[in-house]
């Protein structure tokens, strides 16, 4: 027998099964059809714990490039910090070509399917450390760089503001742990208005002599792979933090999955960014991240994963 609901016109189960699908998820975004988990019932159970926690409890460590920023935007790659230099006219013409072939042949590796970790890790140090003695020769200005972001076509990701004032709102630290250039992402995040105070950076920075003439990175290179060894060096950044043992980490690298390995965690979420070479990477990607973000360019899903733990909402 059928039973009906008489002033919506709809069979019994018909209405309940409608009902079961808008309640399913308490964040809506997470059923977007870019979005794929492997354990989804585990995520939402993560979240809520978090939420109980509350935000007083709460880190976030997020990768930079293709992360924070865009991939692409109307059918163009954005550029990364490396690019960032490699598109400026501050670099002598050879030196952005030799950048360019570096690129051409370092960056298939780095997102190939088909290789282990172990074996790119030394190609990957190969890339950063050519391309570091490239742009120490370039005698670079530092008073310049300011510029050369102003004239450059970075993109955070569509939401960004959202996402980085509602830290600050809510004080919640952002450590961006970043493979790049950190002195040109500290002035792309200054130039879109949100380098808070809460904000803290570790990434390749560029030392300057007296004159402001570039002569060296500072510190240990960080490349996509090393982030473990980063984490660990910087111990004490996270004992700082170790009120705060429930961490959403953002990345677009299996590398960044390794960006936590500093803290002494309770509850991790992770939410990993599938920009490129989505068929041949999407099984790794969805075994290794909570939450996999398919060709999307917003940051509409960590948003809302971070409402929640916030608000409830
Ligand atoms: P990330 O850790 O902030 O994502 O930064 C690493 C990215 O930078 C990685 O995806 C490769 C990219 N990259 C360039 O685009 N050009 C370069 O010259 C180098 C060394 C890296
Ligand atoms: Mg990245």
Same mark, same amino acid.
């Given at each position: 027998?059928?039973?009906?609901?008489?002033?919506?016109n709809?069979?019994?189960?018909?209405?309940?099964?409608?009902?079961?699908?808008? #309640?399913? @998820?308490? /964040?809506?975004?997470? !059923?977007?059809s870019? $979005?794929?988990?492997?354990?989804?019932?585990? &995520? %939402?159970?993560?979240?809520?714990?978090?939420?109980?926690?509350?935000?007083?409890?709460?880190?976030?460590?997020?990768?930079?490039?293709m992360?924070?920023?865009?991939?692409?935007?109307?059918?163009?790659?954005?550029?990364?910090?490396?690019?960032?230099?490699d598109?400026?006219?501050?670099?002598?013409?050879?030196?952005?070509?030799?950048?360019r072939?570096?690129?051409? #042949?370092? @960056?298939? /590796?780095?997102?190939? !399917?088909?290789?282990? $970790?172990?074996?790119?890790?030394?190609?990957? &140090? %190969?890339?950063?450390?050519?391309?570091?003695?490239?742009?120490?020769?370039?005698?670079?200005r530092?008073?310049?760089?300011?510029?050369?972001?102003?004239?450059?076509?970075?993109?955070?990701?569509?939401?960004?503001?959202?996402f980085?004032?509602?830290?600050?709102?809510?004080?919640?630290?952002?450590?961006?742990?970043?493979?790049?250039?950190?002195?040109i992402?500290?002035?792309?995040?200054?130039?879109?208005?949100?380098?808070?105070?809460? $904000?803290?950076?570790?990434?390749?920075?560029?030392d300057?002599?007296?004159?402001g003439?570039?002569?060296?990175?500072?510190?240990?290179?960080?490349?996509?792979?090393?982030?473990?060894?980063?984490?660990?060096?910087?111990?004490?950044?996270?004992?700082?933090?170790?009120?705060?043992?429930?961490?959403l980490?953002?990345?677009?690298?299996l590398?960044?999955?390794?960006?936590?390995?500093?803290v002494?965690?309770?509850?991790?979420?992770?939410?990993?960014?599938?920009?490129?070479?989505?068929?041949?990477?999407?099984?790794?990607?969805?075994?290794?991240?909570?939450?996999?973000?398919?060709?999307?360019?917003?940051?509409?899903?960590?948003?809302?994963?971070?409402?929640?733990?916030?608000?409830?909402?």
């Amino acid at each position: 027998m059928l039973y009906h609901i008489p002033w919506i016109n709809m069979p019994v189960r018909t209405a309940i099964a409608i009902w079961h699908q808008l #309640t399913k @998820y308490e /964040i809506p975004d997470l !059923a977007k059809s870019s $979005v794929l988990m492997r354990d989804r019932s585990r &995520v %939402e159970e993560t979240i809520q714990a978090m939420h109980r926690a509350g935000p007083s409890t709460l880190q976030v460590i997020s990768d930079f490039d293709m992360t924070l920023t865009r991939f692409a935007h109307n059918g163009r790659r954005c550029p990364t910090t490396h690019n960032i230099l490699d598109n400026s006219l501050i670099l002598s013409e050879d030196c952005r070509n030799q950048m360019r072939q570096l690129l051409n #042949t370092y @960056y298939p /590796i780095e997102i190939d !399917a088909a290789r282990t $970790v172990k074996e790119k890790l030394p190609l990957m &140090v %190969e890339w950063w450390t050519k391309v570091h003695e490239l742009l120490i020769q370039q005698k670079i200005r530092k008073d310049l760089l300011s510029q050369v972001v102003k004239e450059s076509s970075a993109m955070l990701r569509e939401g960004y503001k959202g996402f980085f004032d509602h830290l600050q709102e809510q004080h919640v630290p952002l450590l961006i742990f970043s493979a790049g250039v950190g002195d040109i992402l500290e002035e792309v995040i200054r130039q879109n208005q949100v380098f808070h105070p809460n $904000v803290h950076i570790m990434s390749n920075y560029m030392d300057f002599d007296d004159c402001g003439i570039l002569q060296s990175f500072k510190g240990q290179l960080i490349h996509i792979f090393n982030k473990r060894e980063g984490a660990l060096l910087h111990t004490a950044h996270f004992l700082e933090l170790r009120d705060r043992p429930n961490v959403l980490l953002l990345g677009d690298s299996l590398g960044d999955l390794t960006m936590a390995d500093g803290v002494a965690t309770q509850h991790i979420v992770t939410i990993g960014f599938l920009n490129d070479q989505v068929e041949e990477r999407k099984e790794s990607y969805i075994n290794s991240y909570d939450i996999v973000v398919v060709k999307d360019e917003t940051m509409d899903v960590p948003n809302a994963v971070l409402n929640y733990i916030t608000t409830g909402k």
